[in-house]
């Protein structure tokens, strides 16, 4: 038996999350986990990232919870039925550009508050080539010149097929539980923070097997030359490039969120390499820019030829409508926003009331939940709304309200690097996580607040002194260069089109200038 987890004088003075990033590490470099796999794919990662969030959880003495994942029930299901004859159609649309790519989960909630708005990652690529997107939502007709089939449908085959998918699931995933409980045991890790928890919500493999058949079969019938998603560990996308090896398609990831060597999804090191060709992650990820590549570089899997700086064209497009030459928004009056996460809504919440309670006189709070808050942490965040706090609704976008927002706050969140993109005074919050996000305080782009006492301060002093709040803008604004690069239409399109071919009428030439 290989060694185990690094012993406490190994990981003296990291931050949690790096200590079990040491663990994982350790474990991987043992190389056990590499050979759990179905249909000669290492399943690896679909377990990876949910049990380090359960593990971080617990090592914070607090519950973990997943939030509840609805396709295929109820309303549902009807909407999928009377769907079927429109998805039967934009596939044989799909079909007959067969030298195109797919789209993976294009993140349609962007547009919705502002018509004119543009989706997160995928409207620059759409008229560029031929293909199809995996729609969220049985409400969005086409994205562009694409036709859209609902991914939804994996889901309404999850539930037919989910006994006989359960029944292949179950050995395999059992192994891999009983495999990372053994390699813990015993360790500095286990005696200091208890045994390791399940790494799984019930039943992760039996959804993994069924999606990977959906899609399997989608790729095989439309063959197209590129899969494009975002989000690559979660676990609707997994089983997505999954199918994709298995047929040898490759799989590019357009960089949605944070990307640190902090973030579980992200961090292999070098000892995964040796089995790069069974496992379900992007063949190359496209980033925001130089920061980002330089931290997935870090962690040693993330090799040169894998990076590829393209730039966020959402941001770029926004920024000349939202970014203010200096002062509040409305004067006398300061906005400040909270852009929440699922993974530490207690922490959230808390942190709010407390400072909604110390907040001086002029101050308007917005919460803007993140958008996997399921029904009863949304309903408690909805009891402190009054005059002067506002809840935002699930549909809303960040960018929508940009105008509005003076402040913004977040521990670990996209949207600090996006309103620091977009010039507006930007705090990190130090709950847990922040670290990830703490080149942005480096690079003078964002201040701390270790407690709602400090921000409230802070609010104070914008109040008292908008100039103060004007040089602060301006200073978020020149320091978040480095972590974008400029985005240039012509040159994405001439990336993808090197690997997919042109629609029939060549390559776009669109440009999102406004």
Not at 256 to 274: A, C, K, Q
Not at 430 to 444: M, N, S
Request: glycine letters at 10%; one cysteine or more.
């Amino acid at each position: 038996m290989a060694a185990g987890p690094p012993s406490r004088d190994d990981r003296e003075g990291l931050e949690p999350a790096e200590r079990l990033l040491a663990s994982i590490r350790a474990y991987e470099k043992s190389g056990r986990p590499f050979g759990f796999k179905y249909a000669d794919i290492c399943v690896w990662p679909l377990f990876r990232t949910v049990f380090c969030l359960r593990y971080m959880a617990q090592m914070r003495g607090e519950p973990f919870a997943m939030p509840p994942h609805r396709a295929g029930k109820g309303p549902e299901m009807l909407g999928l039925v009377t769907g079927l004859p429109r998805q039967v159609r934009y596939l044989l649309l799909a079909r007959r550009y067969p030298g195109g790519c797919i789209l993976g989960k294009t993140v349609s909630t962007a547009r919705m508050g502002d018509p004119e708005g543009l989706d997160a990652f995928f409207d620059y690529v759409t008229d560029a080539m031929p293909g199809l997107i995996l729609g969220q939502s049985v409400s969005a007709p086409r994205a562009g010149s694409y036709p859209v089939v609902l991914d939804e449908y994996a889901g309404a085959r999850r539930s037919l097929a989910a006994p006989l998918s359960r029944s292949r699931a179950r050995s395999l995933e059992m192994a891999l539980v009983a495999d990372l409980s053994d390699w813990f045991a015993g360790s500095d890790m286990e005696r200091e923070f208890g045994p390791a928890p399940p790494p799984r919500q019930s039943g992760i493999l039996a959804r993994h097997i069924s999606d990977f058949h959906y899609y399997r079969r989608l790729l095989g019938a439309l063959r197209p030359r590129l899969v494009v998603l975002v989000c690559s560990y979660s676990l609707e996308m997994v089983p997505l490039i999954a199918a994709a090896r298995a047929l040898g398609i490759p799989a590019w990831e357009l960089q949605h969120g944070v990307i640190s060597r902090l973030h579980f999804g992200y961090n292999y090191g070098e000892e995964t390499l040796p089995h790069a060709a069974a496992m379900p992650l992007p063949d190359r990820v496209l980033t925001f820019g130089p920061y980002f590549t330089d931290e997935l570089a870090s962690c040693g899997y993330w090799e040169a030829g894998r990076l590829v700086e393209l730039g966020f064209p959402r941001l770029d497009h926004y920024r000349r409508r939202a970014r203010r030459s200096g002062g509040l928004a409305h004067p006398g009056t300061l906005t400040v926003m909270f852009s929440t996460q699922w993974t530490i809504e207690e922490e959230y919440r808390r942190f709010i009331e407390e400072f909604v309670s110390a907040m001086p006189p002029g101050v308007r709070v917005v919460v803007n939940p993140h958008p996997r808050y399921h029904d009863e942490a949304l309903s408690r965040y909805r009891s402190m709304a009054g005059a002067r706090v506002e809840v935002m609704d699930p549909g809303d976008s960040l960018y929508s309200r940009a105008g509005e927002i003076d402040v913004h706050c977040s521990a670990y969140s996209t949207t600090l690097f996006e309103t620091a993109g977009l010039g507006i005074p930007t705090v990190v919050l130090a709950l847990p996580g922040w670290r990830g996000v703490q080149a942005l305080v480096d690079e003078g782009a964002a201040v701390t607040a270790e407690t709602p006492g400090q921000l409230a301060a802070l609010a104070r002093r914008c109040l008292q002194d908008p100039a103060f709040h004007s040089e602060w803008a301006g200073r978020t604004a020149s320091s978040s260069n480095r972590f974008f690069t400029p985005f240039e239409h012509r040159r994405a399109a001439a990336l993808l089109g090197g690997v997919v071919e042109p629609g029939p009428g060549g390559p776009s030439t669109r440009s999102f200038s406004v």
